[in-house]
């Protein structure tokens, strides 16, 4: 079953055509790495598929559900959470309030001006659970802020996480990382996927993390779908290489 | 680590309001008197609802004044033309600034930043001129008058607010501990943090799946609650109500009290407002431009200690 299918979307900004008649199909447990060089379109296809903004014309559904049009925290709720290019955090808060704040918010507590004891306790224990999964826990009361970039971006998994999504959309989770990090956080999304509980769908500029995660990949060139395949098919096909290299004089 | 910085914060609390509660008796003595105390807590507790928005959800309203106002002459009109009971006042008040505020939030939350400042400055204007205007009920540019605070019935005694200073005081401070204590009870709650997830990061906080604008709304309503209520104090201590509470040079002053204070921190507005509700007695006293004062000491206050006064004893002490 298709967790996610993407019919024939396009986005324009003015005349430029940032994403132009797209479709993808993503099936349940899948990891999916989405490349492309630079000014592809992928993250606005994120952002169309996060519902920062609505696609120009075609088709968004999530889980059977058609959801062109639902704004962003509905779709939070539905199950789709998505991390950022550049790491988007609450800085001047502990590793355990940025957890504990999303952890409040999945378990329908975004309004509440109480919460119960045991409901107290079950969110304390859910936010421990998340920070054991990325690692954190030795960090918790450390500001979020304070932490290496690394720690960071597993902080703001950890918050997606938290959301307990069954579809994960990580733009460029190794981006500006050297090599340790990107080890620990390549090592972290793997895990992931291996625990099946999650559909992921994954921007990534570093060529090994991609050959390296992914079940499938989707090749963006100037706003459209080049290629697709298994990571063996994509490395021998010529359209990508001469996309990502110029064309052979 | 969490154990220690709990039981500071514990003696913190403690020490406000070992300070609040003994202050007819420490005041006069240093030159104050219980009058200027009252004034502070009605002050800071409308600063500290300014806070409310500015510190903890990150939004700069520069027309709460209106709504302090509104709550003034609620509270005005209340004891004026239905009945000489000091609670009813109050009750009016705080319902007048809070409803007006729920009504004009919903179209002010749309727009952020500087659009979010001017707008709130624009719906301000629109109360003081017509508090300025309708002569006939508010008295203009002279204020409402020609009403009292009245003595507190509880069936078996009653107490003296309005000839008692220090009884009116203990009343003021009864008040702004209720206020205060709903208050932190708020932002100690999930909707607390939510506040505090917009002004740390919005996009996060959408991507959370948090409505941003249906809860800046919530917390400007709250405030403007919070804030009605202040007013409808001020009006009981000042048994007057004016169209300049209305105006946003009083907006500004309370921004000005919250930035000075400590915006971060719960009471920075509160040691705020005394700083300025005590300089300003002072100064104005010597000169009537006692304003270029505070002024200059505001630049220099955010200048060189942008968090505020609470936030530089704050940092002393953790460091």
């Not at chain 1, 096909?237 to 110029?246: I, P, R, S």
């Not at chain 2, 909707?191 to 906080?205: D, H, L, Q, V």
């Not at chain 2, 309370?254 to 005590?278: D, E, I, K, Q, T």
Request: a positive charge; glycine letters at 10%; charged letters at 15%.
């Amino acid at each position: 079953m298709n967790v996610l299918e993407i019919d024939n979307v396009t986005k324009r900004f003015g005349s430029l055509v940032a994403v132009g008649g797209v479709s993808i199909a993503v099936a349940k447990g899948e990891l999916r790495a989405i490349i492309g060089p630079n000014g592809a379109g992928k993250t606005t296809f994120f952002n169309l598929i996060s519902g920062f903004f609505p696609p120009s014309t075609g088709r968004i559904v999530f889980d059977g559900a058609d959801v062109t049009l639902v704004p962003a925290h509905r779709r939070v709720e539905l199950g789709m959470a998505r991390t950022f290019q550049v790491t988007e955090i609450f800085p001047e808060l502990t590793v355990f309030d940025n957890l504990r704040i999303a952890t409040e918010a999945a378990n329908g507590h975004r309004q509440s001006f109480w919460m119960a004891r045991e409901q107290k306790l079950k969110i304390g224990r859910l936010v421990e659970e998340t920070l054991e999964l990325v690692g954190l826990r030795p960090k918790a009361y450390r500001l979020v802020g304070e932490l290496s970039h690394g720690d960071q971006r597993a902080a703001e998994i950890a918050m997606a996480l938290s959301l307990r999504p069954h579809l994960v959309l990580l733009d460029e989770p190794t981006a500006g990382m050297g090599d340790q990090e990107t080890y620990e956080v390549t090592k972290l999304v793997r895990q992931l996927h291996q625990s099946g509980n999650f559909t992921i769908v994954l921007i990534e500029h570093d060529m090994r993390v991609v050959f390296h995660l992914a079940d499938k990949i989707s090749v963006l060139d100037r706003g459209r779908l080049l290629a697709e395949g298994t990571p063996q098919s994509i490395a021998a096909n010529e359209a990508v290489q001469e996309a990502y290299l110029g064309k052979a004089a | 680590m969490k154990a220690g910085e709990n039981s500071r914060k514990l003696v913190v609390l403690a020490l406000i309001w070992a300070v609040l509660l003994f202050a007819p008796f420490w005041m006069p003595p240093l030159g104050g008197y219980t009058a200027l105390g009252t004034r502070v807590l009605v002050l800071a507790l409308a600063a500290m609802s300014v806070n409310f928005l500015l510190g903890f959800t990150g939004v700069l309203s520069f027309g709460h004044a209106a709504y302090f106002g509104l709550g003034a002459y609620g509270a005005g009109f209340a004891l004026k033309f239905l009945a000489p009971s000091t609670p009813l006042s109050l009750l009016c008040g705080t319902l007048l600034g809070g409803i007006a505020g729920a009504l004009l939030g919903a179209l002010i939350v749309r727009r952020r930043g500087v659009y979010f400042a001017m707008v709130t400055i624009a719906f301000g204007q629109v109360f003081y001129y017509i508090a300025f205007q309708w002569s006939s009920l508010t008295g203009g540019d002279d204020g409402l008058r020609g009403f009292s605070r009245q003595p507190l019935h509880f069936g078996l005694f009653s107490i003296d607010i309005l000839s008692s200073t220090n009884a009116f005081y203990y009343f003021v401070l009864f008040c702004f501990a209720a206020a205060v204590a709903v208050m932190g009870f708020i932002l100690g709650s999930p909707f607390g943090r939510s506040m505090i997830a917009i002004r740390e990061n919005e996009r996060r906080a959408r991507f959370l799946g948090i409505p941003i604008e249906r809860h800046i709304w919530i917390a400007f309503t709250l405030s403007c609650f919070f804030m009605g209520f202040a007013g409808a104090l001020y009006a009981l201590l000042n048994n007057f109500a004016d169209p300049r509470g209305l105006h946003y040079s009083q907006s500004g002053d309370f921004v000005m009290m919250a930035v000075m204070g400590g915006m971060r921190n719960f009471w920075g507005p509160l040691l705020g407002a005394a700083v300025f509700v005590v300089l300003q007695d002072y100064l104005s006293s010597i000169t009537v431009n006692w304003m270029s004062f505070v002024g200059l000491l505001f630049v220099a206050m955010v200048l060189f200690f942008p968090r505020g006064l609470l936030g530089v004893i704050a940092r002393r002490s953790a460091a």
